[in-house]
């Protein structure tokens, strides 16, 4: 790791990024032999990011992972697309008061709000490629459909937390080879719409059974397949 880093920051050394008018950069490398296109989840609120050639990307303001005791969203997610074993640069700069509204003292107008193929209700979120439903007993995920080929991708409930027996198992289960008793299920669901902009939605789903409680977190990118 500490090699790969160190040969990032040599390559980052050799990227023009002295048009201080840009922004400040933000510099993305893929080590895949295809294309990524993916979220980035930035620990900094940032309220315009530009690409290369100054067109302004749609961001999320979002919950740090380090920010429980203040329920503030400090972090910023974009979606960025990078070339196959290549790289990108994104410039960031300044902060606006509007969620979804940015404002750049170069340019002193207030943009519109973001265009977002993302939908989200209490149990339902969707995207232009897919409307993911749940069920509102036990936090399962009961549909999965594909709005461009007009199809039902799950046969059965998806995400489904399931309690299994491994009584009379040691630490390592030395001789167990399947773990398919099941006794019991989770359900009491309840759930939370945590994220909803123009970059992902995302619920949180918490069930019980007796007395242990699980907790899952689904997400939904826009433009994810």
Request: net charge neutral; charged share 25%.
């Amino acid at each position: 790791q500490k090699t790969m880093n160190s040969a990032l920051q040599v390559l980052s050394w050799n990227i023009d990024t002295s048009d201080e008018t840009k922004g400040v950069p933000l510099m993305l490398f893929n080590p895949h032999s295809f294309p990524v296109r993916t979220v980035i989840h930035v620990g900094k609120r940032m309220d315009a990011i530009y690409d290369e050639d100054g067109k302004l990307i749609p961001v999320q303001q979002v919950l740090s992972p380090v920010s429980r005791c203040r329920r503030i969203p400090y972090d910023t997610a974009f979606i960025a697309e990078i070339p196959a074993m290549g790289y990108k640069t994104y410039f960031y700069r300044g902060e606006v008061q509007k969620s979804f509204s940015v404002y750049h003292a170069a340019a002193p107008t207030v943009i519109p709000d973001y265009e977002s193929d993302i939908k989200v209700e209490d149990l339902t979120m969707e995207n232009e490629y897919l409307k993911v439903s749940f069920n509102y007993r036990n936090g399962t995920i009961a549909s999965i459909y594909d709005k461009k080929r007009e199809k039902e991708l799950l046969r059965a409930p998806g995400a489904l937390p399931v309690v299994i027996d491994e009584y009379g198992y040691d630490t390592w289960a030395h001789a167990k080879n399947f773990w398919d008793n099941e006794i019991g299920q989770f359900s009491d669901a309840s759930f939370v719409v945590l994220e909803k902009g123009p970059v992902r939605a995302k619920i949180k789903v918490v069930s019980k059974y007796n007395g242990s409680t699980l907790t899952q977190w689904f997400t939904l990118a826009s433009g994810s397949k």
